[in-house]
């Protein structure tokens, strides 16, 4: 290790010269052990790690990481997968492991985002995991070890060019951070608060009745939220982040969008959608795109143009906006949490049609009481965390 290393460039070819270093004299806790990661991929790498350690820590479940300019496409923890996940994921052929599952379940979560993605591990990466990331387009990794085989595979991915990126598990930053903007240095304490079920001890809804599943999906949001660009909505379900809002104005359009791609995860799982067939040699982004075409409104045009001929094998029936949202309304017990509190009850009339049934906020609204008021009226349990989790 040293203690800084040289890189390419910056966020764009033009901004050189670029590197990352240690101002206090200690080595860099990270060790390349393959390719040239570059600027953005370090923050990727450094964001996703400490999501995927409080995640760890948080749920004593290995976890992991899917990320895209600086927030997470997915976030995930080792529970066990169903068939129809597996199939959904494109992992029903292989062999998986805790940390395998976690992964699967991180990317899995918007496959059309984690395209080129960077991936983060809890725990040591295995030759499962490298297994499945050897087929799937991604720009790196970063994990506190990697057995032998492993990194053999990893080291054949992009000719030999995978980034592969090796932490120091124990590495503890300073407690004081600094960045530049414009010249001018920015300085503040870390957020060093922690996540766990303590803070969802707060409940002020009507219905009170919080269980174990949903304190730990609405930790595993509040966690990943932690580490998105802020505006930021997560709704989760089943040890997983379903859908992820990130980087919007107005909250609302964070619950809009999270809400959306968590709808498209839930419609992968609708019938028609597993039942489709496919013309041989279709790669697995291709399939993404294809089924993500087919689910949405656009699928009527493509029949009209008769492109559906250039990815199916036979001609699929409509999946209509009726069979849409009666699938939709089957889905319940999700978890929502939010990096600050929501300004009105259209948020929770939103995240209602995606099947949420617990929320966690920061509370400290002037119109908490309309929030409360809509959650009681679905009879939703919310938790005021008093925590704001805002990322910039």
Request: hydrophobic share 40%; aromatic share 8%; proline share 4%.
């Given at each position: 290790?040293?203690?800084?290393?040289?890189?390419?460039?910056?966020c764009n070819p033009n901004q050189k010269p670029s590197r990352i270093f240690m101002?206090?004299?200690?080595?860099?806790?990270?060790?390349?052990?393959?390719?040239?990661?570059?600027?953005?991929?370090?923050?990727?790498?450094?964001?996703?790690?400490?999501?995927?350690?409080?995640?760890?820590?948080?749920?004593?479940?290995?976890?992991?990481?899917?990320?895209?300019?600086?927030?997470?496409?997915?976030?995930?923890?080792?529970?066990?997968?169903?068939?129809?996940?597996?199939?959904?994921?494109?992992?029903?052929?292989?062999?998986?492991?805790?940390?395998?599952?976690?992964?699967?379940?991180?990317?899995?979560?918007?496959?059309?985002?984690?395209?080129?993605?960077?991936?983060?591990?809890?725990?040591?990466?295995?030759?499962?995991?490298?297994?499945?990331?050897?087929?799937?387009?991604?720009?790196?990794?970063?994990?506190?070890?990697?057995?032998?085989?492993?990194?053999?595979?990893?080291?054949?991915?992009?000719?030999?060019?995978?980034?592969?990126?090796?932490?120091?598990?124990?590495?503890?930053?300073?407690?004081?951070?600094?960045?530049?903007?414009?010249?001018?240095?920015?300085?503040?304490?870390?957020?060093?608060?922690?996540?766990?079920?303590?803070?969802?001890?707060?409940?002020?809804?009507?219905?009170?009745?919080?269980?174990?599943?949903?304190?730990?999906?609405?930790?595993?949001?509040?966690?990943?939220?932690?580490?998105?660009?802020?505006?930021?909505?997560?709704?989760?379900?089943?040890?997983?982040?379903?859908?992820?809002?990130?980087?919007?104005?107005?909250?609302?359009?964070?619950?809009?969008?999270?809400?959306?791609?968590?709808?498209?995860?839930?419609?992968?799982?609708?019938?028609?959608?597993?039942?489709?067939?496919?013309?041989?040699?279709?790669?697995?982004?291709?399939?993404?795109?294809?089924?993500?075409?087919?689910?949405?409104?656009?699928?009527?045009?493509?029949?009209?143009?008769?492109?559906?001929?250039?990815?199916?094998?036979?001609?699929?029936?409509?999946?209509?906006?009726?069979?849409?949202?009666?699938?939709?309304?089957?889905?319940?017990?999700?978890?929502?949490?939010?990096?600050?509190?929501?300004?009105?009850?259209?948020?929770?009339?939103?995240?209602?049609?995606?099947?949420?049934?617990?929320?966690?906020?920061?509370?400290?609204?002037?119109?908490?009481?309309?929030?409360?008021?809509?959650?009681?009226?679905?009879?939703?349990?919310?938790?005021?965390?008093?925590?704001?989790?805002?990322?910039?």
């Open positions: 290790m040293s203690q800084e290393l040289m890189l390419k460039y910056g101002q206090d004299g200690r080595d860099l806790p990270i060790e390349v052990l393959n390719g040239r990661p570059g600027y953005i991929n370090f923050l990727d790498a450094f964001n996703s790690w400490q999501l995927v350690r409080e995640l760890k820590e948080a749920t004593g479940l290995p976890a992991a990481a899917s990320f895209k300019h600086v927030s997470p496409a997915g976030a995930a923890v080792a529970v066990p997968m169903s068939d129809t996940l597996k199939k959904i994921y494109f992992v029903d052929d292989l062999e998986l492991s805790p940390i395998a599952t976690a992964y699967a379940r991180a990317r899995g979560a918007d496959r059309m985002s984690s395209y080129g993605d960077w991936v983060a591990l809890s725990d040591v990466c295995d030759k499962e995991t490298a297994t499945l990331l050897a087929r799937e387009v991604s720009d790196g990794i970063i994990a506190p070890g990697y057995t032998d085989e492993a990194l053999e595979i990893l080291k054949t991915k992009r000719k030999g060019t995978y980034n592969v990126v090796k932490i120091d598990p124990d590495y503890r930053p300073a407690p004081v951070e600094h960045k530049d903007v414009f010249g001018v240095t920015f300085e503040q304490g870390r957020n060093e608060l922690k996540i766990d079920a303590e803070l969802l001890k707060n409940i002020v809804t009507e219905k009170k009745d919080l269980p174990e599943e949903a304190k730990r999906d609405l930790i595993i949001s509040l966690i990943a939220l932690k580490y998105t660009q802020s505006n930021s909505v997560c709704y989760a379900k089943d040890g997983q982040a379903i859908g992820i809002g990130a980087g919007q104005q107005s909250r609302i359009h964070c619950t809009r969008l999270a809400g959306n791609k968590a709808d498209i995860w839930y419609l992968r799982q609708h019938p028609k959608v597993l039942g489709l067939k496919f013309k041989e040699g279709i790669r697995r982004p291709d399939r993404d795109n294809t089924i993500d075409v087919y689910i949405s409104d656009e699928y009527m045009d493509v029949l009209a143009d008769g492109v559906w001929e250039q990815f199916f094998a036979e001609k699929p029936e409509v999946l209509t906006r009726e069979e849409k949202r009666a699938w939709l309304d089957t889905m319940t017990g999700v978890s929502l949490g939010s990096d600050a509190f929501f300004p009105f009850g259209d948020n929770i009339e939103r995240a209602r049609k995606s099947g949420v049934q617990y929320v966690a906020e920061p509370g400290g609204s002037i119109r908490d009481d309309h929030v409360i008021d809509t959650c009681n009226k679905y009879g939703m349990v919310m938790a005021f965390i008093g925590l704001r989790l805002f990322h910039h």
